[in-house]
Every structure is written in structure tokens, then in C-alpha cells.
């Protein structure tokens, strides 16, 4: 662990090495219908400059690179970043990636028009630092966007608990309210809203040993009737299938 990696970085770090191939290779991550409203939110055109933050396997930064836009991509994990990179080679574009933290975004002031990040604030100790380095990095009249799992106040802690068992990086996914009272607390103005709910397949995302404690934690959940997790979770003759509860928020930088 490097003198600059907390523990809980070093986790992050551990938990996407071991998992970089195949969540680039997850249909999931690249769906059609999610990928048009994330590039709808981040309403980019061609030659500005934009910054994906935790970019993962670069599959928002490749989409955004794809219409024209010149991109920068920044991860914490080295293997995901590889992993970008060889996205970027097999699609024909041109990322600028780094392997850097969200935290301490090496990069100066105003220089993006768009600031975006995917999946990842559910990963962040501290979100509202995270949202803080964005907006520093984002230019006035810009624009950042937050696409990220929003549980209704009332299943916080059920969807928390299952995501830790089935990812120990995940810290909690906050709801939409406190998602907005970030960006509100950053002076920043919403400029569009957008939920949706993502299907995913539950041995598609869950390590081999997680697998008999998470089966079991659904399965109650679904003969209990109330969602209590709030993913919505049913069962049939191909497993356990649930949705992430996603939200997209696209702020104004004024």
C-alpha cells in the first residue's frame, strides 16, 4: 500500500484487481438504454474537454470519446485502467487515463467542461470531497454529472447491507435527497433529474463465497413480500434477479 492509499483504498484497490476483466466484459455497464441517458445528461459535443472520474474499464469515457470529445479518464486501480486502455485501442478513440484519486484530482482549476463519474460514490468515504474536487476542476458554466445506486430512504441500510456482502469497497449509497443536498451544499445548480432501474442477475456480481450468504439474504427478502432491500428482487428458473435503483443528477456549475 502506498504511503498516499488509505486501507480502505488499498480495499477499492483489491476488490477491482480481482474484478477488472470481468466487470469490462459485463453487458450490464455498456446497456444501451443506460448509456443513452448518461450521455444524454452529460450533453457533450464535440472538442470539449472532459473528465470521467473513476472511470473504471473506460466504457463512459470511450462513449464520451467516440462523439469527439477530447476525454481524460482517472482511476485508482492500475488494472482497470489497463483495462481502459485496451477499450480505448479496440474502439479506435483516443483516452487520456490516469491512475490517480478521486480525492486529490491532479489537474487545475476550470479545466473541464464536463466532469462526470459512474457507479462509484457508493465507493467514497467521503462523497462530498469527492463532488468538491469536481466542481474545482470543472469550469464556470459547466457541467458535472453523478450517475449512481439511490435506495429510497426507507431501504438505505437493506441495500447497504447486501451491497457490502457482495463488495466490501461499498461504503453506503446515499439517496436521492442527500445526493442533491451534496450538490446544493457545493453551490451548485440541478439541471436535470433522470431515474431509472437497472437488471442485473445476482451470480453475475457476487465472488463464489459471497454467493450461499447473498442467495440466502434475497431469497428472504423475496418471500418476505416488502423489498426491504429495495431492488425489487424476484426469482426464476435462472436464479436471482434484481434492480439497481439508479439516479442520474446533472448539475450547472454557476
Known sequence: ????????????????????????????????????????????????????????????????????????????????????????????????????????????????DRVVTRYSFHHMQDPAKVLAEMVRVCRPDGRIIVIDATPAPECQTGYDRAETLRDPSHTSALTLDQLLSLGNKAGLSPAMIHQYRLESHLEDQVAPEDWTALQAMFAEDIAGGQDRLGMGAWQDSNGIHFYFPISIVAWSKT
Request: glycine residues 6%.
Open 1 to 112: 500500500m502506498s504511503a498516499s492509499h488509505t486501507p480502505h483504498d488499498a480495499q477499492i484497490v483489491a476488490q477491482f484487481t480481482r474484478w477488472a476483466k470481468p466487470f469490462s466484459e459485463l453487458a450490464i455497464h455498456a446497456e444501451k438504454e443506460s448509456m443513452a441517458q448518461t450521455l444524454a445528461a452529460c450533453a457533450v459535443s464535440k472538442d470539449m474537454k472532459v473528465l470521467d472520474v473513476a472511470c473504471g474499464p473506460g466504457i463512459v469515457a470511450c462513449e464520451l470519446a467516440r462523439i469527439g470529445a477530447h476525454v481524460t479518464g482517472i482511476d485508482l486501480t492500475p488494472a482497470m485502467i489497463e483495462q481502459a486502455r485496451l477499450r480505448a485501442d479496440n474502439m479506435g478513440v483516443t483516452v487520456a487515463y490516469h491512475i490517480g484519486n478521486a480525492l486529490h484530482l491532479p489537474f487545475p482549476a476550470d479545466s473541464f
